[in-house]
């Protein structure tokens, strides 16, 4: 798929990457645009599925979401893995899902209160269907996290 950006695209999804909530007098004024067509813009990247959403975003901490974990997941074989994936969407604990190459199928990234409920949480997904194990790893401490990608121009091609 291919997404050509101008510089006044680039320039858009650089500062809401950054600022989700900047308003659109402020993005029009950066990019030296109207505001109907800074609005006009956003509607076409969103219709192209470049924007795929606007969020805030949350201290885990603060919501007492002491323990941050990756839990790598061997699921044994692909008749499992739908339904693997269905059962780990459907957990609020469970934040990110991705199938991966080498040790496992799978890693979660995980959020959850305490050792506790990680506890629990790791039984849970050992007794679904087609798990074979499961290697847990607890984050001790974070320097970035970020949803944000680069926008070169290789990325915009």
Same mark, same amino acid.
Do not use: C
């Given at each position: 798929?291919?997404?050509?950006?101008?510089?006044?695209?680039?320039?858009?999804?650089?500062?809401l990457?950054?600022?989700?909530?900047?308003?659109? &007098? !402020?993005?029009?004024?950066?990019?030296?645009? +109207?505001?109907?067509?800074? +609005?006009? @813009?956003? !509607?076409?990247?969103?219709? @192209?599925?470049?924007?795929?959403?606007?969020?805030?975003?949350? &201290?885990?901490?603060?919501?007492? %979401?002491?323990?941050?974990?990756?839990?790598? /997941?061997?699921?044994?074989?692909?008749?499992?893995? !739908?339904?693997?994936?269905?059962?780990?969407? #459907?957990?609020?604990?469970?934040?990110? /899902?991705?199938?991966?190459?080498?040790?496992? +199928?799978? /890693?979660?990234?995980?959020?959850?209160? &305490?050792?506790?409920? %990680?506890? @629990? %949480?790791?039984?849970?997904?050992?007794?679904?269907?087609g798990?074979k194990?499961?290697?847990?790893?607890?984050?001790? +401490?974070?320097?970035?996290?970020?949803?944000?990608?680069? %926008?070169?121009?290789? #990325?915009?091609?």
């Amino acid at each position: 798929m291919s997404h050509h950006l101008d510089e006044i695209d680039i320039k858009m999804l650089t500062k809401l990457q950054k600022d989700g909530r900047v308003q659109r &007098n !402020k993005l029009a004024e950066m990019v030296d645009l +109207s505001v109907p067509s800074v +609005s006009e @813009r956003m !509607k076409k990247l969103e219709e @192209r599925q470049l924007i795929e959403g606007y969020y805030a975003v949350l &201290n885990a901490k603060a919501f007492h %979401l002491d323990i941050t974990a990756f839990i790598f /997941v061997e699921v044994d074989n692909s008749q499992n893995y !739908k339904k693997f994936v269905d059962n780990a969407m #459907a957990l609020s604990e469970i934040q990110e /899902v991705h199938s991966i190459t080498g040790d496992g +199928s799978h /890693v979660l990234k995980i959020r959850t209160k &305490n050792t506790v409920s %990680l506890e @629990r %949480l790791l039984s849970q997904i050992q007794s679904w269907d087609g798990v074979k194990k499961t290697r847990s790893n607890i984050v001790l +401490s974070s320097f970035k996290e970020t949803r944000e990608i680069p %926008l070169t121009d290789g #990325a915009t091609h």
